[in-house]
């Protein structure tokens, strides 16, 4: 990456070739021009930005929209005044522009100029309609599009963006290392805070501190304490408790932070105080499944070969409530990847939880792992009561030769 004084930015070269696959994109599809949308987002902006960002290199606190031509320049239109000239900074985008209070209205302004009211538009939202979390533009936004541009054709694009970058380059690559890197540090920023008497903001706090003392951005922290003994979580918890840490706990986290909109994901148990068998089991169960799945994780296998790999888990007796593996770009994507019951399965009716499914999460077509895929790799088993469990896992990246860690973390539970 080239760095700029204020704002890292990729070499002209990667823009370039981002900007030529979703032309061709386009022209596969007959899409005259793309909306991309930028929402607001909790904990971090660049969580609901990645579609806008993988184009402008802008990350917004608010709205944005980048309206994107098959032909000709594009332009970025941001919501707030005051956050021109950070726009202007930091976007690769030449036209940038205050889409004022009516930002639909600018929006639609230049569609209008562009000559586009009439023509085939591909709508990207924060992610489609298959995703993980299924957002795509607040429907008083998609209102008043359709009703300012009645003889468009509005069609949902949201894939085709999320295809594209689906694939890292050698440059994005290096920033994913270094974004690894420096959630490796926040979790050794949470281990050293890790003792009995503080409370699980506590350690919450510790790890945001060492995110952005190291030069990163936190995009968000799960974590959570309980008792090794008597035991009531299974996974890590969105937010921080104030619960106090005692000497026999486990403390589970799940930690992503990012540079320049890059992230790594790590998950590690970290006991206080000498692990008891159950949760040394959990754990060898969880790094055994860790290992296979990264076996299978070669160019040409499918989800399938996950969901096979998951063997540990189910032959011990355990469940997951999350995927032990997914696709990643600052958040789950596709594929979402669970275990394989087994047949007539009766440990959902005891539990209160889902039943039936050939496996945990649903896979849609399996697709073949291409070299510079994403997958964050999860095995987080737990107890059929969802009372007790660990976490595991960390980003991978797919190459000819099979899956590459991007953390150097060890593999192993923390005892501090």
């Known amino acids: 990456m080239q760095t700029e004084p204020l704002f890292p930015r990729f070499t002209d070269e990667e823009y370039a070739r981002r900007a030529r696959q979703v032309r061709a994109e386009m022209a596969e599809r007959e899409l005259d021009a793309l909306l991309v949308y930028g929402a607001y987002g909790f904990p971090a902006w660049d969580y609901n930005q990645t579609n806008l960002r993988y184009l402008t290199n802008y990350t917004d606190p608010t709205h ?13 239109f941001i919501y707030h005044y005051e956050h021109l000239a950070f726009a202007r900074a930091a976007s690769v985008v030449g036209d940038v522009r205050w889409g004022g209070p009516d930002l639909i209205g600018s929006v639609v302004a230049r569609l209008v100029a562009l000559d586009l009211e009439r023509q085939r538009i591909g709508i990207v939202g924060v992610n489609g309609p298959t995703g993980k979390f299924a957002i795509s533009l607040p429907v008083p936004h998609e209102q008043a599009l359709r009703a300012r541009l009645p003889q468009a054709d509005l069609v949902e694009a949201t894939d085709l963006i999320e295809q594209v970058r689906m694939l890292k380059s050698a440059e994005e690559i290096t920033l994913l290392e270094r974004g690894a890197e420096l959630t490796d540090l926040a979790m050794e920023g949470q281990v050293k805070a890790t003792r009995p008497g503080v409370r699980d903001y506590d350690l919450y706090a510790a790890v945001a501190v060492a995110a952005h003392r190291a030069g990163g951005t936190l995009l968000f922290t799960k974590l959570g304490s309980t008792s090794m003994t008597t035991p009531d979580l299974c996974i890590a918890p ?7 840490i005692r000497r026999g706990d486990v403390v589970l986290n799940e930690i992503s932070v990012s540079y320049a909109g890059y992230s790594g994901q790590l998950l590690r148990p970290v006991c206080v105080g000498r692990p008891t068998p159950e949760y040394e089991r959990l754990f060898d169960v969880g790094v055994e499944t860790y290992h296979r799945i990264l076996d299978v994780l070669r160019p040409g296998n499918t989800e399938e070969d996950v969901v096979a790999a998951t063997a540990p888990i189910v032959d011990a007796g355990l469940k997951v409530v999350c995927p032990v593996a997914h696709g990643w770009d600052n958040k789950p994507e596709q594929p979402l990847i669970g275990i394989r019951r087994r047949p007539g399965a009766s440990e959902a009716r005891a ?7 050939r496996s945990d999460f649903v896979i849609r077509r399996p697709q073949p792992f291409r070299v510079g895929q994403l997958i964050v790799v999860e095995p987080n ?9 660990i976490v595991v896992g960390d980003l991978v990246v797919i190459t000819e030769a099979g899956a590459r860690r991007l953390h150097r973390y060890p593999l192993e539970l923390v005892v501090v």
């Open 64 to 76: 944005a929209y980048l309206v994107f031509p098959r032909e000709g320049e594009p332009t970025l």
């Open 381 to 389: 088993p737990s107890t059929l009561d969802e009372r007790q469990g």
């Open 238 to 244: 969105a937010y921080p408790s104030g619960r106090v």
């Open 351 to 357: 539990a209160g939880t889902r039943e039936g499914a």
